[in-house]
């Protein structure tokens, strides 16, 4: 691999479109699927091949089929247990914690499951929505929410995109006064809730019962939290960081700027939303997205 540090980096929900999973169909690494779809009792499987959009939207769908489409994808770059560092949005944290070693397939298909059922709960109570802001800068961010009550940050992606949340009311007046606060334009997400903002509260509760019958390791590769940004080492640390991940924002860039310069990041995972974030926060790292079975000839050999 060029570069000194070998990095692994996985999508969150919102990555998937019909179909995503069918170039994967009749590859070994489609095995790893069909495993987490046994411990959830779920057809991940016959989802990404073949679900509806309105199956694939669905949060307690979403997380699981994304998680583990992307750790299939994993499992065919056979970069694992080569990887020094991993990091994840949103959802994909859990992914990564499971490439890093910090938690086993099993427990991680069990918090995910978890996780998504808590947060489409908690998204029934107090239904909201997310909006990415195109332009503007953190500090226009917190202007906006000074500006408009109920308007929260959810994920700060780097350079000119920020993600807002909050109730329908104030994602609509944060669209029509997008350009009045400084930025170029508002784009509504098709998600199921207000992700990383109050509104999650309630899922908070309902998520600790799983949070405290997982086991959580030391892991192989370093783990950056979304929350701070930080790298964290000691596994006991990682139930509060999952806690408050759920209703506050994530930090994409900050974990971005936590990896080596000169690293190489492989984005395993539908879509190549993480490469492109990347590749506007920082200009000293190389990154390859792997998300279909004819990129894995991108991959450089192995030195």
């Keep these: 691999m060029a570069g000194n540090d070998l990095v692994v980096a996985f999508p969150g929900q919102g990555s998937?479109?019909?179909?995503?999973?069918?170039?994967w169909r009749g590859h070994p690494a489609f095995g790893v699927i069909d495993q987490i779809a046994e411990v959830s009792e779920l057809s991940i499987g016959e989802l990404l091949v073949s679900g509806?959009?309105?199956?694939?939207?669905?949060?307690?769908?979403?997380?699981?089929?994304?998680?583990?489409?992307?750790?299939?994808?994993?499992?065919?770059?056979?970069?694992?247990?080569?990887?020094?560092?991993?990091?994840?949005?949103?959802?994909?944290?859990?992914?990564?914690?499971?490439?890093?070693?910090?938690?086993?397939?099993?427990?991680?298909?069990?918090?995910?499951?978890?996780?998504?059922?808590?947060?489409?709960?908690?998204?029934?109570?107090?239904?909201?929505?997310?909006?990415?802001?195109?332009?503007?800068?953190?500090?226009?961010?917190?202007?906006?929410?000074?500006?408009?009550l109920g308007l929260s940050v959810a994920n700060y992606n780097g350079p000119g995109q920020i993600v807002f949340g909050g109730a329908a009311s104030v994602l609509n007046e944060f669209t029509e006064r997008a350009k009045e606060l400084g930025f170029r334009r508002a784009i509504p997400l098709k998600v199921g809730g207000a992700f990383h903002t109050e509104l999650m509260a309630p899922a908070v509760d309902a998520?600790?019962?799983?949070?405290?019958?997982?086991?959580?390791?030391?892991?192989?590769?370093r783990v950056?939290?979304?929350?701070?940004?930080?790298?964290?080492?000691?596994?006991?640390?990682?139930?509060?960081?999952l806690r408050r991940q759920l209703t506050e924002p994530v930090r994409?860039?900050?974990?971005?700027?936590?990896?080596?310069?000169?690293?190489?990041?492989?984005?395993?995972?539908?879509?190549?939303?993480?490469?492109?974030?990347?590749?506007?926060?920082r200009e000293d790292v190389e990154v390859i997205s792997v998300g279909e079975p004819d990129d894995l000839a991108d991959l450089p050999a192995s030195s």
Aim: net charge negative; hydrophobic share 45%; with cysteine.
């Design 207 to 221: 998520f600790g019962p799983a949070l405290e019958a997982a086991c959580f390791h030391e892991g192989h590769a």
């Design 52 to 148: 509806a959009e309105s199956e694939l939207v669905s949060t307690d769908n979403a997380q699981l089929a994304t998680y583990a489409l992307s750790l299939c994808i994993l499992e065919a770059t056979g970069l694992a247990t080569r990887a020094e560092y991993a990091l994840g949005h949103s959802l994909g944290e859990y992914t990564a914690l499971v490439s890093a070693g910090v938690l086993d397939r099993s427990d991680g298909t069990m918090l995910v499951a978890a996780r998504g059922r808590a947060m489409q709960a908690a998204a029934a109570v107090r239904p909201g929505g997310l909006v990415a802001a195109i332009g503007g800068d953190a500090g226009l961010a917190d202007k906006a929410c000074e500006s408009i």
């Design 224 to 241: 950056v939290a979304n929350v701070d940004g930080a790298v964290h080492r000691d596994p006991a640390d990682w139930p509060t960081l």
């Design 252 to 281: 994409f860039d900050e974990c971005v700027w936590a990896l080596p310069a000169g690293s190489t990041v492989v984005e395993c995972g539908p879509g190549q939303v993480l490469q492109g974030l990347i590749r506007r926060i």
């Design 16 to 23: 998937l479109r019909v179909g995503v999973g069918a170039p």
